[in-house]
């Protein structure tokens, strides 16, 4: 047993992984999902009218309340299969789909959106500063980009995101990387963004009160949250050290 005291998942490649769970992804009660609900929405603020791209969007849990909200939106994500789920939902068509790997520099020319957010997918990208500075280079100098990423300290704790295959009944991960706080820092910082809002939330009782399956997240720190602008913070403070793991 791992420290989260559940049998150790398969690990199959990202976009693989997340063709397989689009099916079940929005039927499933997610404790990280429950959180982020509560914290992210008020940092980003009314979208009315604005350019907002979705990166990493899945099945489209936050682009369709950016279309309700009034905003243009663009959607961006590699699985086949998540993207299906978001095209099911029914303001699917007032949203402009990219299939993408983000791996990949963007395909958007720069200063193209006034808020570019991305909800729980940077846990899945080696070397997360080079999409930061991706993120950077597309949104308009009086933007901003807008984070959410599960905790690393969940990975150091044995959990990433997984789901049980209801058609094997194996517990099934799309790879994750193994990046820190610091990589994610270092990575707006290097691209000459000044860190807005940073913070770190504990799952509670509150969250499992709607989300019995969490309870055993109690007191663990399972989200951060990052807001990014336009302009550097001190030199003093524009490199983190990595953990010594
Ligand atoms: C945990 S889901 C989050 C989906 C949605 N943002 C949400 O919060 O409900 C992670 C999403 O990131 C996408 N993703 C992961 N790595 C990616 C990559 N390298 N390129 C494009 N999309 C990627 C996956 O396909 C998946 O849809």
Same mark, same amino acid.
């Given at each position: 047993m791992n420290p989260a005291d559940e049998p150790l998942a398969e690990v199959v490649p990202t976009r693989e992984g997340y063709d397989r769970w689009a099916e079940i992804y929005d039927d499933e009660q997610n404790p990280l999902v429950v959180l982020e609900e509560r914290y992210f929405p008020p940092l980003l603020g009314d979208v009315r009218g604005v350019d907002v791209v979705d990166i990493g969007c899945g099945t489209g849990r936050g682009t369709i309340p950016l279309v309700r909200g009034g905003a243009r939106v663009t959607a961006v994500d590699f699985s086949d299969g998540m993207i299906a789920r978001a095209k099911r939902?029914?303001?699917? !068509?007032e949203v402009r789909f990219v299939e993408h790997?983000?791996?990949?520099?963007?395909p958007f020319a720069a200063a193209s959106f006034d808020r570019v957010v991305s909800r729980l997918?940077?846990?899945?990208?080696?070397?997360p500063g080079r999409l930061i500075g991706e993120l950077g280079r597309v949104c308009r100098p009086d933007g901003f980009v807008l984070l959410s990423i599960m905790h690393p300290a969940m990975m150091l704790r044995g959990v990433q995101a997984r789901f049980l295959?209801?058609?094997?009944g194996v517990k099934i991960a799309p790879r994750s990387a193994a990046n820190e706080i610091a990589d994610y820092i270092n990575g707006a910082l290097a691209a000459?963004? !000044?860190?807005?809002h940073f913070s770190e939330h504990r799952f509670d009782e509150e969250a499992a009160t709607n989300?019995?399956?969490?309870?055993?997240?109690?007191?663990?720190?399972?989200l951060m949250l990052m807001r990014l602008r336009e302009g550097e913070l001190a030199p003093c403070h524009r490199r983190v050290e990595r953990a010594p793991f």
């Open positions: 939902r029914p303001e699917w !068509r790997d983000l791996h990949q520099p963007l997918v940077l846990d899945h990208i080696e070397r295959d209801p058609e094997s000459g963004l !000044r860190i807005d989300c019995p399956r969490g309870e055993k997240y109690i007191g663990w720190p399972i």
